[in-house]
C-alpha cells in the first residue's frame, strides 16, 4: 500500500510540474504575441499616440488664428494657407480647411539646417535608403486621423520636408 501511495504521489507532481511547465510556456507564448501586435500595430501606424504629432506647437485640427501665434516668421497669409520662413534653412507651410482649422503642416530643411529631426523621431523607425541616397517613408494612423512623411532628396545638398496631413 505503501508503494502504491509513492507512485500515487510521484505521479502527482509530475502532473503538477508539467502544468506549471504548461502555464509558463503559456504565458511567454502570450507576451510574444502581445509584443508582436504591438510591433505589428506600430508599423501599421495604428498606434494611439504618433511619434511626431505637430510642429512648433501646431497641431492638426487647431484653428487658424491659434496656428499662426505659436510660429512666428509668417510671411505669407490667406485664408486656406501661411508660409513661414523660420530663418534661412527653414520654411513652413500650414495648410488650412474650410472651417479654418489646421490640416496639413509642411515643413522643408536645407542642406545646413539645425534641429533637423531624425526619421526615427518623425515616423518612428529608420529608413533604408534608396540607391540614390535620397529616403521616404509615410505612416498613417488611422485613430489620430492623420499620416506623418519623412522625405529626404538626393545629392550632396539634401531638402528634408516633413509632412503631417489629415485622412480625409
Known amino acids: 500500500m505503501n508503494h502504491l501511495s509513492r507512485i500515487s504521489l510521484t505521479k502527482l507532481i509530475k502532473f503538477v510540474l508539467l502544468l506549471a511547465a504548461q502555464a509558463l510556456l503559456a504565458s511567454s507564448l502570450s507576451s510574444a504575441t502581445a509584443q508582436t501586435q504591438r510591433r505589428a500595430s506600430a508599423q501599421s501606424g495604428d498606434e494611439e499616440i504618433p511619434v511626431f504629432h505637430e510642429y512648433r506647437g501646431v497641431q492638426i485640427g487647431m484653428a487658424a488664428d491659434e496656428a499662426r501665434k505659436k510660429i512666428s516668421g509668417l510671411k505669407d497669409k490667406s485664408e486656406e494657407q501661411d508660409f513661414f520662413v523660420i530663418n534661412d534653412k527653414e520654411t513652413a507651410q500650414v495648410v488650412y480647411d474650410k472651417a479654418h482649422k489646421v490640416s ?65
Open 104 to 168: 496639413a503642416i509642411s515643413v522643408d530643411y536645407l542642406s545646413g539646417a539645425t534641429d533637423v529631426p531624425t526619421p526615427r523621431a518623425v515616423v518612428g523607425s529608420d529608413i533604408q535608403p534608396k540607391p540614390d541616397g535620397s529616403l521616404n517613408k509615410l505612416v498613417r494612423y488611422q485613430k489620430a486621423g492623420f499620416w506623418v512623411c519623412y522625405n529626404k532628396t538626393a545629392g550632396d545638398s539634401p531638402m528634408i520636408s516633413v509632412t503631417i496631413q489629415k485622412i480625409e
